[in-house]
C-alpha cells in the first residue's frame, strides 16, 4: 500500500521559516522524482519544487525554499525560508515515475499560514 504522509506544517509569522517533510512507503522511493505542490484557498494546485535527475522550482520560490530528499529513509524535504504571505497554503507531496509505465501518488497535505 503507498502512502505518502507530509508534515511539519503550521503558523509561523513573514520571514520565519518552515521545514516540511514527506514520508513515503510502498514503493520504490528512489526511482521516483518526487515534488510539492500547494493549493491556497480558491486557488489552483500549483507546483512549487521537484527533485529527481535535477532540481527545479516555481520562480515564486526560487531563493526561498529547497528541495531535498533521503533515499534512505524515503523521505522527501521542503526546507522554506522567508516565509511570506502569498506562501500560505496546503502543502502537498507527490511521487512521480515518468515513462511508458508513468504512476503518480498524492499524499493528504499539510497546512501551511503565514501570517502576522
Known amino acids: 500500500q503507498v502512502q505518502l504522509v507530509e508534515s511539519g506544517g503550521g503558523s509561523v509569522q513573514p520571514g520565519g521559516s518552515l521545514r516540511l517533510s514527506c514520508a513515503a512507503s510502498g514503493y520504490p522511493f528512489r526511482i521516483y522524482a518526487m515534488r510539492w505542490f500547494r493549493q491556497g484557498q480558491g486557488k489552483e494546485r500549483e507546483f512549487v519544487a521537484a527533485?529527481?535527475?535535477?532540481?527545479n522550482y516555481a520562480d515564486s520560490v526560487k531563493g526561498r525554499f529547497t528541495i531535498s530528499r533521503d533515499n534512505n529513509k524515503n523521505t522527501v524535504y521542503l526546507q522554506m525560508n522567508s516565509l511570506k504571505a502569498e506562501d500560505t497554503a496546503v502543502y502537498y507531496c507527490?511521487?512521480?515515475?515518468?515513462?511508458?509505465?508513468?504512476?503518480?501518488?498524492w499524499g493528504q497535505g499539510t497546512q501551511v499560514t503565514v501570517s502576522s
Open positions: 507527490n511521487a512521480l515515475l515518468s515513462g511508458p509505465r508513468s504512476e503518480t501518488y
Open positions: 527533485i529527481g535527475d535535477v532540481t
